[in-house]
């Protein structure tokens, strides 16, 4: 006798046993078991969760009765301030998603997300109305809500919109009750990518996978209740690493920061006793160089890191005044972080340049994280686990995005075979743990070898005199392509391209070694990562 239904048979889904995944959950629990704790610093406002969520139901009630609900675009332009940490919230509380703009975006790329968006609501930081303004007027559209956020604590900016973002939550009420997705694979937010190569496409996030990859940054962090988060990542870029998230979930404090330098980072580290923050890499350089006297603080820091490599001496060099570092790696289209470099106790007793190079590894998969693989990006058939065979990153799981708005062919040809395909390219090791070596695009192939530009980076940056470093192909008539090395030196440094060239053999294979050094500060995207098409364009130039 078959018993395969039993199991099935009168056990459904009903409203005493199943809610659907939500980060809309977490921010109530807190805010009704914490409610008279600390939530959110910034300058003179301290706010506590009560405070807080009472706020973010305002928001998301204004919105209600201004006609937005399920499925419309709410789009922000705004620094890390408390407004865009609420609008995590309120947005989605009247069945919105939330499009997080990128600051550093020119007013025409900022007018195309607005329109491929379908934006039916702006809210805009003055810090940015002027950029917003151009980019509204070249929507062509007269229909968009246009809020405008006033922050006493920043000289500057207009008055660009139809209604204040204080005068929308008066609109609302705290005694609004949010709706709850129907589904948790309804979308919650959407991120564009940098697009540097022709229009950004629009990620899609679900309510899912944002709850779940924001409760795995609490375990992958070890972050204990109460946490204390600095804003040094942007809130705009994929939803900040979906740390707004995080934060509710883990009742801590949001301390926020307009601008991103070392003096008020440090200052919030030692005032606010800052536990957590996260950042580029090149933001870990910014802080490592910055001036002893500012590095006053005595209590246990970490920070995650992403988006390049960061360099084994980066990582030291931050380990060395006492900020733990824990290295992850993911993208737009993972949510953010959705990979870790776990670390094991037996490696705390390897010197401290291994535990670097150790760091500076990808890692392996996140909790919210199913499957991840380096294989070949044709077959799909997995590279050996030698730390050689160079690969495709692919990965699988909650913390995948549902697919790129409005662009069907971009979504198929990114998922295949049942795997994200993220376009980078890496090597796994004996352990399972995953090192990125290049982005597809990035990799030199100099007479039928490859090189990692990684690699090279990881060298220059051993070398006292280099304070950034960034290396791309150039065309080369003998080799097919060389290594091309541009370099920022620290102030007052004088060395030459030909001691880069020496130092960079002494640390590595010959052909690996830079054939031209570029001097002269690097190229930025919004999000701290260096520009190589723009570097790529200049080496071809030379």
Not at 41 to 58: F, H, L, P, Q, S
Not at 88 to 102: A, E, R
Not at 141 to 164: A, Q
Request: glycine share 8%.
């Amino acid at each position: 006798m078959s018993h395969t239904g039993i199991f099935s048979a009168g056990l459904d889904a009903t409203p005493a046993n199943y809610e659907v995944l939500t980060p809309l959950s977490f921010v109530e629990r807190t805010a009704s078991t914490y409610p008279e704790y600390l939530a959110v610093v910034y300058n003179d406002i301290r706010r506590t969760w009560a405070e807080t969520y009472a706020r973010m139901k305002r928001l998301g009630q204004g919105l209600a009765t201004r006609g937005i609900g399920k499925g419309d675009t709410v789009s922000i332009l705004a620094a890390n301030i408390p407004e865009m940490f609420e609008a995590h919230f309120g947005v989605p509380m009247c069945g919105g998603v939330l499009n997080t703009v990128n600051t550093r975006l020119d007013a025409e790329a900022i007018s195309f997300i607005f329109n491929h968006a379908e934006a039916k609501v702006v809210i805009v930081d003055p810090e940015f109305s002027e950029v917003a303004a151009r980019a509204i007027k070249m929507t062509g559209r007269d229909d968009l809500l246009v809020v405008d956020i006033e922050d006493p604590s920043f000289e500057g900016g207009s008055r660009i919109g139809d209604i204040t973002y204080e005068e929308l939550l008066a609109e609302g009420s705290d005694a609004f009750s949010p709706i709850l997705p129907e589904n948790e694979w309804d979308a919650i937010s959407l991120n564009y990518t940098s697009g540097t190569t022709g229009d950004p496409k629009g990620v899609v996030y679900h309510h899912r996978g944002a709850a779940l990859n924001a409760l795995s940054n609490i375990v992958t962090w070890g972050m204990g209740h109460h946490s204390r988060y600095l804003w040094t990542l942007p809130m705009f870029h994929c939803n900040g690493w979906c740390f707004p998230w995080t934060i509710a979930a883990n009742a801590g404090v949001c301390v926020c920061l307009r601008a991103v330098r070392a003096e008020p980072i440090y200052q919030l580290i030692r005032d606010e006793k800052v536990t957590h923050f996260c950042g580029a890499p090149i933001v870990l350089n910014m802080l490592a160089n910055a001036p002893d006297a500012l590095k006053d603080f005595s209590h246990e820091v970490k920070v995650m890191t992403a988006g390049a490599s960061p360099p084994a001496a980066v990582i030291a060099n931050m380990e060395a005044m006492g900020i733990d570092v824990t290295h992850v790696y993911g993208l737009t289209e993972t949510y953010g972080p959705s990979v870790v470099c776990a670390w094991k106790d037996a490696w705390d007793v390897k010197s401290n340049d291994e535990k670097a190079k150790l760091k500076a590894r990808q890692g392996v998969k996140n909790l919210a994280l199913a499957g991840l693989m380096v294989a070949d990006p044709n077959t799909l058939e997995p590279c050996p686990q030698d730390g050689e065979t160079m690969g495709e990153i692919f990965m699988r799981g909650n913390n995948v995005m549902k697919g790129y708005l409005k662009n069907p062919s971009a979504t198929e040809k990114s998922f295949k075979g049942g795997w994200f395909a993220s376009g980078d390219l890496g090597v796994m090791h004996p352990d399972g743990y995953v090192e990125l070596k290049d982005r597809s695009k990035d990799i030199i192939i100099s007479g039928g070898e490859n090189i990692s530009s990684v690699e090279i980076e990881d060298v220059l940056y051993k070398h006292p005199a280099v304070m950034e470093a960034a290396v791309v192909a150039r065309p080369d008539e003998k080799w097919g392509e060389t290594p091309c090395a541009f370099v920022a030196l620290k102030p007052e440094s004088d060395i030459s391209a030909d001691d880069i060239i020496g130092f960079c053999r002494q640390g590595m294979a010959h052909f690996k070694a830079p054939k031209t050094v570029i001097f002269g500060d690097l190229p930025k995207t919004s999000t701290g990562k260096v520009q190589k098409f723009v570097l790529r364009d200049r080496a071809r130039a030379l």
